[in-house]
């Protein structure tokens, strides 16, 4: 019993009713223009004149629906005030959005008219609701005692009421106001109703907006692969450099110097990646992203040897010659690999190998595993995510490419990468 009565005690029937006279009032403007046709005709019997200034009001309603502003509108008030839940339609939201990514899809012939029949019906119910709603509420307030007449009547198409004065006045007003209160109800939830069949995503659009959220999603998986890998390396790397120079500062300054020349370039390249990431997140014009590349593996090796770590590389091929993805990408997994090793090696050379074929690149790191003296950990533990190996697994997935990480014998690990040449358009 108590459920029933639920939808007269919720704020939103209200505010839903008065979603639906807002659209009546929106839609009043336009009368003047339909009744145009009707005073240039002025011979047409009134019957068709009526009929004529309906037929071009519902049709400036209806054209008024076919702008995009108008669909925006509508769907921002449809959840504020009847609580439906309606998602945009797709949009570009993001400057930094990349050009290839995928684009809305045009609305067929069916899905250009969902919003026009919606206005039409907002309209409809809009002013049925607000005329049926304020008549039955001022005969509510009316009918007690006969306040503004001495024998009102209540005339219902062939129906007659004519309460008395007394209770049976009381009765009456208490029914008319419950009626408004039901045609409060009934109009909100029919716009309910029909709000997410109307103004809610078509199938087209729904796929538009999946798209868009699994483009959201790599971009964000994306930037969080660039934090990681750039900024957990620079952090490794300086904190061993600034150990070594902490510790060979009173015996050998040039040591420690190169050791700070080290841990500024490490920090120099890490605001770049920073940089760039935090302006994709804002939402702002991003700039060029840092294109680091094979041809930066040099410096690379060069800024982890002045952390005090033997790093034997073995580079074969002209690297500096593959170029786009497919470069960047060797950069940063061999960038993670030398990064893991840092941090979880037992001391010993760390072999790094690069070789460019035809088919391709071929990446390793190879370091020492168990109980030995460890460059990074003599100096402190690190602290491991977990995301790193499975973040270049899913790296090297995305290329195409092989991928195997693990021990190499009783006292190794490698870390091996087959990359395909395709890979780089």
């Known amino acids: 019993m108590t459920r029933g009565f639920s939808p007269f005690l919720r704020g939103s029937t209200y505010s839903g009713a008065l979603f639906a006279s807002l659209g009546a009032l929106a839609s009043a403007p336009l009368l003047p223009l339909a009744a145009l046709p009707v005073l240039a005709w002025r011979s047409a019997p009134y019957e068709v004149g009526a009929a004529l200034a309906l037929l071009v009001w519902a049709a400036l309603v209806a054209a008024a629906g076919l702008t995009p502003v108008t669909r925006r509108v509508l769907i921002a008030s449809a959840r504020r005030l009847l609580k439906v839940p309606l998602p945009q339609a797709p949009v570009r939201e993001h400057a930094s959005a990349p050009a290839d990514g995928p684009a809305p899809a045009a609305p067929s012939g069916a899905d250009r008219w969902r919003t026009p029949l919606w ?129 060979v500062l009173a015996t050998d300054p040039e040591a420690a110097r190169a050791a700070l020349r080290g841990i500024e370039g490490s920090a120099r390249a890490a605001l770049e990646d920073l940089d760039y990431v935090l302006g994709v997140l804002r939402a702002e014009k991003a700039g060029t992203a840092p294109a680091r590349n094979l041809a930066d593996l040099p410096e690379l090796i060069d800024r982890l040897r002045h952390t005090g770590a033997v790093i034997e590389a073995d ?32 001391g010993g050379p760390v072999r790094v190998g690069a070789a460019a074929t035809p088919d391709g690149l071929e990446l390793s790191v190879v370091n020492r595993t168990g109980q030995g003296k460890n460059t990074a950990a003599s100096r402190g533990d690190f602290p491991t995510s977990g995301h790193g190996l499975p973040g270049l697994a899913e790296r090297v997935r995305l290329l195409h490419g092989e991928f195997r990480s693990g021990p190499d014998g009783a006292e190794h690990w490698r870390l091996a990468v087959r990359l395909p040449a395709r890979a780089a358009a």
């Open 119 to 247: 206005l039409l019906l907002h309209v409809a119910l809009g002013w049925a609701g607000t005329l049926a709603g304020l008549v039955l509420l001022l005969m509510g307030l009316a009918l007690p005692e006969h306040w503004l007449d001495d024998r009102p009547e209540i005339v219902l198409f062939d129906w007659t009421l004519r309460p008395g004065r007394g209770w049976q006045s009381w009765v009456a007003a208490l029914v008319c106001l419950l009626l408004a209160a039901l045609v409060c109800v009934a109009v909100t939830g029919a716009l309910r109703w029909l709000a997410p069949r109307l103004l809610g995503p078509s199938a087209a659009e729904r796929l538009a907006l999946a798209a868009e959220r699994e483009q959201r999603l790599a971009e964000r998986n994306r930037l969080a692969h660039e934090l990681h890998d750039s900024i957990g390396h620079t952090l490794t790397a300086t904190t061993i450099q600034a150990a070594v120079a902490g510790e």
């Open 315 to 346: 580079l074969t091929g002209d690297l500096t010659q593959v170029q786009g993805t497919l470069s960047r990408a060797a950069y940063r997994i061999l960038q993670e690999g030398l990064t893991n090793a840092l941090r979880h090696g037992a």
